[in-house]
């Protein structure tokens, strides 16, 4: 088991950046894929970027690419989401993952969730 603490969410300014970060502890961290979903208020949580175990490969939802970055640093069991060019579409919560599976991108195929942080843009 692992568990996930995000932090680093807050208010920017529409074209502004922020930093997520992501703290497990438990299990080998190294031995899940992670991810990042967000959930918007009325919608259903939406993948966001992904990242693949030892951090050579990362899948991103079309929304965001150029736009954010995941990476992980395995040594410091912490996963990041670098955002920049923020839009106020970007507005949610933003939530880490953690799976088993080799290559994961669905909310199903996680099974372990961090309690999420709050981002708004303003417009």
């Known amino acids: 088991q692992v568990q996930l603490v995000e932090s680093g969410g807050g208010l920017v300014q529409n074209g502004g950046s922020l930093t997520l970060s992501c703290a497990a502890s438990?299990?080998?961290?190294?031995?899940?894929?992670m991810g990042w979903f967000r959930q918007a208020p009325g919608k259903e949580r939406a993948f966001v970027a992904a990242i693949r175990r030892l951090g050579g490969n990362t899948d991103y939802a079309d929304s965001v690419k150029g736009r954010f970055t995941v990476s992980r640093d395995n040594a410091e069991n912490t996963l990041y989401l670098q955002m920049n060019s923020l839009k106020p579409e970007d507005t949610a919560v933003y939530y880490c993952a953690a799976s088993t599976q080799y290559r994961a991108s669905t909310v199903g195929q996680y099974d372990y969730w961090g309690q999420g942080t709050q981002v708004t843009v303003s417009s």
């Open positions: 438990g299990r080998t961290f190294r031995a899940y894929a």
